[in-house]
């Protein structure tokens, strides 16, 4: 069972933007800035999207976006694409070891 | 990097298995190796991470003494041993290239290691 909390779901047209949260507590998001964010297509393995709570790894668009603000964390997928239609899943350092969300299934309409 | 797992394990309920993760022999002390299971249709679970320069581990509480990380740097390979396997032992075991903050960079993740625990 996760300590995170994720949407299950979020949509938006072609376009459009998403924006995906990540909440967690004063011990793990709310105290490290050590908040990176995947995507999963079905069957692969997890793609590095956002580490370290904003920054982006190389070849990864500037359409995708992180922040934090509290206990939460935020991914925000601007210009929405057909192929941006994944699951997303947050990951927070806790001083000790870390831990995913429970995911969030991006769907494109 | 490449990090290479066995494919795929058939188990029976109650046996153990021990899953290796090889890396290549001239990186392999320069990361934590992390182990993330995915059960079917299931989101990912971070289960634990190992240096192999002194075998420092760390396991995520719901895995810790439910699982077994170790690693032997001889042979440039990680381990991941389940004992007593249970039908909901059954899923995708990944091990990765991490750091220890949890970040986990393209072409680091072996191909998974399925897992089936059946009768």
């Known amino acids: 069972q996760s300590a995170l909390t994720q949407p299950p779901s979020a949509s938006g047209s072609p376009g459009q933007s998403v924006t995906i949260s990540c909440t967690g507590t004063?011990?793990?998001?709310?105290?490290?800035?050590?908040v990176s964010w995947y995507r999963q297509y079905p069957g692969k393995a997890p793609n590095l999207i956002i580490y370290q709570v904003t920054e982006r790894p190389s070849g990864v668009p500037d359409r995708f976006s992180g922040s934090k603000s509290g206990d939460t964390a935020s991914l925000t997928v601007s210009g929405l694409q057909p192929d941006d239609e994944a699951d997303y899943y947050c990951?927070?350092?806790?001083?000790?070891?870390?831990?995913f969300g429970p995911g969030t299934k991006v769907t494109v309409l | 990097v490449q990090l290479v797992q066995p494919g795929a394990e058939v188990k029976k309920p109650g046996e153990s298995l021990k899953i290796s993760c090889e890396g290549p022999?001239?990186?392999?002390?320069?990361?934590?190796i992390a182990w993330v299971r995915q059960r079917p249709g299931k989101g990912l679970e971070w289960m634990g991470i190992i240096h192999p320069s002194d075998s420092d581990t760390r396991y995520s509480p719901s895995f810790q003494g439910q699982v077994t990380i170790s690693v032997d740097k001889a042979i440039s390979t990680a381990y991941l041993q389940l004992n007593t396997l249970k039908a909901s032992d059954t899923a995708i075991y990944y091990c990765a290239r991490s750091t220890f903050f949890g970040v986990i960079a393209d072409h680091n993740w072996g191909q998974g290691t399925l897992v089936t625990v059946s009768s």
């Open positions: 990951v927070s350092h806790t001083g000790t070891t870390n831990v």
């Open positions: 022999a001239d990186t392999f002390g320069t990361y934590w």
């Open positions: 004063s011990s793990d998001v709310g105290r490290y800035d050590y």
